[in-house]
């Protein structure tokens, strides 16, 4: 899951009091490595297909398809009631 300077996974903009941390960034990531470990063998035969469905979920998903060591696809789907900002000429951003 990419490369980072130390063990401590927590994002410099949290690395402030924001009170106990109940799960750890480093349980966090390792835990999606054993899901992607896990994924790997049970689908072994017939890779998976990732759907995304909520707007924050994409973080997640990301991280455990890089630790599925297999082809696998996937689709991110959107709300038809999300509030759709107006597209500027070349923006991917919707």
């Known amino acids: ?15 402030h009091d924001l009170g106990e941390v109940v799960v750890s960034a ?13 994924i790997t063998v049970d ?6 297909l990732l759907v995304c469905v909520l707007k924050g979920a ?3 998903m990301s991280d455990l398809m890089r630790a599925i060591e297999l082809p696998v696809e996937s689709i991110s ?16 951003a919707s």
């Open 1 to 15: 899951m990419g490369s980072h300077p130390s063990n401590d996974f927590t994002a410099l903009w949290a690395q």
């Open 77 to 92: 789907w959107r709300s038809p009631h999300t509030a759709r900002r107006p597209r500027r000429a070349g923006s991917c």
């Open 43 to 48: 689908y072994a035969k017939n890779p998976p």
């Open 26 to 38: 480093k349980e966090v990531h390792d835990r999606v490595l054993e899901l992607g470990r896990q």
């Open 58 to 60: 994409i973080n997640f």
